[in-house]
């Protein structure tokens, strides 16, 4: 999961992408970066950090021009200590072009081997979005070769780029000298949407992941990219959209709903936040069919995703809502924090307990969900240590069963608490007095019943179908084997940060 953005616009847009990613910044916060150009020539400054700490105002300076992309990372694939690997990504040929990416294409090491042999491209990173870049640009020089660039020709690659890869992409791509490109792969996994804004001298078009960044830097949000459909916005802002897949249907991710999204955006036509409220009433039944509410004393939201579920729930079992956990908003999200030990130790810096809320009571914690257990653990110990006679859990979403390889941070079994354990071994795990899950159909109905053209969901972590059809157990082994490796590079890096650190003591 990343944040992307792209503007076509009469006025400097260096400030505007800067408000955008601040506006994203939940979607990742390993690494930024920000492209923008003047005619043919691009300007470019990425590193890794958040937004606010990667643009400085001699950044911010060095990057003029009307029209630019950009993106927050959140790694999934390739390096997460590379700032190689920050976006975006360039290649002069053809034309000059460059990319951001959200999502992870499970065909990657094939498509590799595909440049070299028959393509005669280099990739000098493990990222796949420079994969997905060098097959974009291939098929923009086949496409366009001894013709004018035309919308014709663009789309004509897009769809070639359909044909060959596979797996969740976003995508938003500069040509030098002739406008944006954005597409989105042809099920529609990861979000992708427009908007436009007038201004002096014209017309002023973004597209972004979310429509928090549209709403929320002054642009009308005009619609969702629909799955398949490439848009290329010239550089008088002039909008051109084809459907560039033979297949398309729209199975968004449902965990964007569970707990990537902010709550004020609206993703393909489901608002985020009416979409937590319905998964705390269908939480709230599975509640009242478990345990009677007689024995909950108040209900207590884990900030910041679950609080709509959480008092959705709390009015429907006639229960208290309390803010019973006071978050650190100057704490990464943990969930996307690069590094299982990073995550582990972030936990009680990023929570404190408020005793009151919690002395003498039997209290009802609700998460948007439990992925690898070892946060839940922390915080029904200081649900303990604060003085809660008992801690039941209840987790807005169905148990984590299956690794996710479309962009999520949870790819390989041994990670997931849920993987091969019942209900009751994880409630002993993480030590609660009763633990309540979501219901996978539930869940789906619940979210499903806000736009009835939604065709399905990508659910795969929940129920582990998934919906590119080219997913093997070869492919998680070789996840797992990437992951191990990861881990090892993480020793190193903080190995080299000890001494750093010490050296300068």
Same mark, same amino acid.
């Given at each position: 999961?990343?944040?992307?953005?792209?503007?076509?616009?009469?006025?400097?847009?260096?400030?505007?992408?800067?408000?955008?990613?601040?506006?994203?910044?939940?979607?990742?916060?390993?690494?930024?970066?920000?492209?923008?150009?003047?005619?043919?020539?691009?300007?470019?400054?990425?590193?890794?950090?958040?937004?606010?700490?990667?643009?400085?105002?001699?950044?911010?300076?060095?990057?003029?021009?009307?029209?630019?992309?950009?993106?927050?990372?959140?790694?999934?694939?390739?390096?997460?200590?590379?700032?190689?690997?920050?976006?975006?990504?360039?290649?002069? #040929?053809?034309?000059?072009?460059?990319?951001?990416?959200?999502?992870?294409?499970?065909?990657?090491?094939?498509?590799?081997?595909?440049?070299?042999?028959?393509?005669?491209? $280099?990739?000098?990173?493990?990222?796949?979005?420079?994969?997905?870049?060098?097959?974009?640009?291939?098929?923009?020089?086949?496409?366009?070769?001894?013709?004018?660039?035309?919308?014709?020709?663009?789309?004509?690659?897009?769809?070639?780029? $359909?044909?060959?890869?596979?797996?969740?992409?976003?995508?938003?791509?500069?040509?030098?000298?002739?406008?944006?490109?954005?597409?989105?792969?042809?099920?529609?996994?990861?979000?992708?949407?427009?908007?436009?804004?007038?201004?002096?001298?014209?017309?002023?078009?973004?597209?972004?992941?979310?429509?928090?960044?549209?709403?929320?830097?002054?642009?009308?949000?005009?619609?969702?990219?629909?799955?398949?459909?490439?848009?290329?916005?010239?550089?008088?802002?002039?909008?051109?959209?084809?459907?560039?897949?033979?297949?398309?249907?729209?199975?968004?991710?449902?965990?964007?709903?569970?707990?990537? #999204?902010?709550?004020?955006?609206?993703?393909?036509?489901?608002?985020?936040?009416?979409?937590?409220?319905?998964?705390?009433?269908?939480?709230?039944?599975?509640?009242?069919?478990?345990?009677?509410?007689?024995?909950?004393?108040?209900?207590?939201?884990?900030?910041?995703?679950?609080?709509?579920?959480?008092?959705?729930?709390?009015?429907?079992?006639?229960?208290?809502?309390?803010?019973?956990?006071?978050?650190?908003?100057?704490?990464?999200?943990?969930?996307?924090?690069?590094?299982?030990?990073?995550?582990?130790?972030?936990?009680?810096?990023?929570?404190?307990?408020?005793?009151?809320?919690?002395?003498?009571?039997?209290?009802?914690?609700?998460?948007?969900?439990?992925?690898?257990?070892?946060?839940?653990?922390?915080?029904?110990?200081?649900?303990?240590?604060?003085?809660?006679?008992?801690?039941?859990? #209840?987790?807005? #979403?169905?148990?984590?069963?299956?690794?996710?390889?479309?962009?999520?941070?949870?790819?390989?079994?041994?990670?997931?608490?849920? $993987?091969?354990?019942?209900?009751?071994?994880?409630?002993?795990?993480?030590?609660?007095?009763?633990?309540?899950?979501?219901?996978?159909?539930?869940?789906?109905?619940?979210?499903?019943?806000?736009?009835?053209?939604?065709?399905?969901?990508?659910?795969?972590?929940?129920?582990?179908?998934?919906?590119?059809?080219?997913?093997?157990?070869?492919?998680?082994?070789?996840?797992?084997?990437?992951?191990?490796?990861?881990?090892?590079?993480?020793?190193?890096?903080?190995?080299?940060?000890?001494?750093?650190?010490?050296?300068?003591?």
């Amino acid at each position: 999961m990343c944040g992307i953005v792209g503007v076509i616009s009469k006025a400097p847009v260096n400030q505007l992408i800067y408000d955008a990613l601040l506006l994203l910044q939940h979607r990742g916060q390993d690494a930024a970066g920000i492209v923008t150009a003047v005619d043919r020539k691009f300007f470019m400054h990425k590193a890794r950090g958040m937004v606010r700490d990667v643009f400085r105002t001699r950044n911010m300076r060095a990057l003029p021009g009307s029209v630019g992309l950009g993106q927050v990372r959140y790694p999934t694939a390739g390096n997460a200590y590379s700032e190689e690997e920050a976006q975006p990504f360039y290649v002069n #040929a053809p034309f000059g072009l460059v990319l951001v990416h959200n999502g992870n294409l499970t065909n990657a090491h094939a498509l590799r081997q595909e440049l070299f042999a028959i393509d005669r491209r $280099h990739i000098n990173t493990e990222s796949d979005s420079e994969v997905l870049l060098n097959v974009l640009a291939h098929e923009l020089e086949r496409a366009a070769r001894d013709l004018p660039l035309t919308e014709d020709e663009i789309f004509k690659a897009v769809s070639a780029v $359909h044909r060959r890869i596979k797996g969740s992409y976003a995508v938003v791509c500069l040509i030098a000298g002739y406008g944006l490109l954005a597409f989105r792969d042809p099920n529609g996994i990861r979000p992708l949407c427009y908007g436009e804004m007038e201004i002096e001298g014209g017309k002023e078009v973004m597209v972004a992941s979310e429509s928090v960044a549209l709403e929320g830097t002054g642009h009308r949000f005009v619609r969702d990219v629909a799955p398949g459909e490439a848009l290329f916005i010239d550089l008088d802002g002039n909008v051109h959209a084809r459907q560039c897949a033979e297949q398309a249907s729209l199975h968004p991710c449902m965990f964007e709903f569970v707990y990537l #999204a902010r709550p004020d955006s609206v993703i393909d036509g489901i608002s985020v936040y009416q979409a937590r409220l319905n998964m705390g009433e269908t939480l709230a039944q599975r509640v009242i069919s478990t345990m009677p509410p007689s024995e909950i004393d108040v209900v207590i939201p884990i900030p910041e995703s679950s609080r709509p579920s959480a008092m959705q729930l709390a009015q429907k079992i006639g229960k208290p809502y309390r803010e019973g956990f006071v978050k650190n908003r100057y704490v990464g999200r943990t969930f996307i924090m690069p590094g299982q030990a990073v995550r582990k130790k972030s936990v009680r810096q990023k929570l404190n307990a408020i005793a009151q809320e919690f002395k003498g009571r039997n209290v009802l914690l609700v998460d948007d969900s439990i992925v690898r257990g070892t946060t839940s653990k922390e915080i029904v110990q200081m649900a303990r240590e604060a003085g809660a006679r008992k801690v039941y859990m #209840a987790s807005a #979403a169905p148990p984590v069963r299956y690794p996710n390889v479309y962009g999520i941070d949870m790819p390989t079994k041994s990670e997931l608490i849920a $993987h091969n354990r019942s209900i009751e071994e994880i409630r002993e795990f993480i030590g609660a007095d009763a633990l309540i899950y979501q219901d996978v159909a539930a869940m789906k109905r619940a979210v499903g019943a806000l736009n009835p053209a939604i065709d399905g969901f990508e659910a795969s972590c929940f129920d582990g179908c998934y919906i590119t059809g080219d997913v093997s157990a070869e492919d998680f082994a070789a996840i797992a084997t990437q992951r191990a490796a990861q881990g090892d590079e993480e020793d190193t890096q903080r190995s080299r940060l000890t001494l750093h650190n010490t050296s300068e003591q």
